[in-house]
């Protein structure tokens, strides 16, 4: 692992939701109180864009620009970054609700959860967007939703329902996206270190981010634990994959203990990651 170095971008209340656009050789992250959607271009230019509402997720839009997991359903951001546009609605009759983590598959569906703001058990729930923009509710109970990816083959989904302390996978269909089978994966955290956001690397390992727990996990396929890396900020929240050897990590953080809360930084750990699938719709 190469030394963490932290990256000159303001820091974030909640930074969340790494996302490398290998179609442009950029990175976006959101700090999801502040209500903003940031970019990081490889020249070192950092842009940041007011969304008016919380960004829990990203994915790249396969026609450009961005597709957005926020406050009360799923939004593209146009290329320029000016316009947020309706995808579709997702729990607009709840209001103490919002959207959290979520990832696509090969196929392009855009997988989101949603969770109570106050973090009430139960509240939430997952959802699948497809490329038709049609919203099915795949998952109900959730507390509070969080990473999601899939095996090499995609025939499992992992996912982190950050209240179980868990890291789960289901059985997946692709050609469907179905999720069935819900089984524990690996056991995470305990007490106030609570399992975050996901990214599943070249060679099939998951990486985990431990809120609370200042370290990201990387287990195997068969669920051990093969590496824990540490950060210099108590809540970490996600990390993911980029650069055009898709070798670097970037790890985003909350403010908190730790010298780097909010910090948005990146390593190189010696595994390589998998480009992030766009949204196909
Ligand atoms: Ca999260």
């Known amino acids: 692992m190469s030394p963490l170095a932290q990256l000159p971008v303001p820091r974030a209340a909640l930074g969340e ?4 656009n290998p179609a442009e050789g950029a990175l976006y992250w959101t700090d999801i109180p502040a209500h903003q959607v940031h ?3 490889a020249d070192g230019t950092h ?3 007011d969304t ?5 997720a990203i994915a790249p839009r396969a026609g450009g620009g961005l597709a957005l997991a926020a406050k009360d359903g799923f939004w593209a951001l146009d290329p320029a970054g000016s316009q947020l546009t309706l995808l579709a609605r997702v729990e607009a009759d709840v209001p103490g609700n919002r959207m959290n983590d979520g990832a696509c598959d090969r196929a392009g569906r855009f997988f989101a959860g949603t969770m109570a703001e106050d973090e009430s058990p139960g509240a939430g729930a997952l959802y699948r967007l497809g490329p038709d923009h049609a ?3 795949v998952l109900g109970g959730v507390g509070i939703s969080n990473g999601i ?3 090499l083959d995609e025939s499992r989904m992992y996912y982190v329902d950050s209240l179980t302390h868990r890291v789960d996978v289901f059985d997946y269909d692709p050609a469907s996206g179905a999720i069935g089978n819900r089984r524990v994966f690996a056991a995470a955290g305990g007490g106030a270190v609570v399992p975050d956001g996901l990214a599943v690397d070249a060679d099939g ?3 985990v981010a431990l809120w609370g727990g ?3 996990v990387r287990y195997r396929p068969d669920g051990r634990l093969a590496q824990t890396l540490q950060i210099p900020a108590a809540h970490v929240t996600s990390c993911a994959f980029g650069g055009t050897d898709l070798a670097t990590l970037y790890i985003t953080t909350a403010a908190g203990p730790g010298a780097g809360g909010g910090a948005l930084f990146s390593g190189r750990p010696g595994a390589t990651g998998l480009p992030a699938n766009p949204f196909r719709g």
């Open 47 to 49: 842009t940041a864009w």
């Open 214 to 216: 200042g370290a990201l």
């Open 39 to 41: 970019r990081l271009a």
């Open 52 to 56: 008016g509402q919380p960004v829990g």
């Open 149 to 151: 990816g899939w095996s």
């Open 17 to 20: 939701a790494p996302c490398w």
């Open 135 to 137: 919203v099915t509710r």
């Open 205 to 207: 390992c998951v990486w």
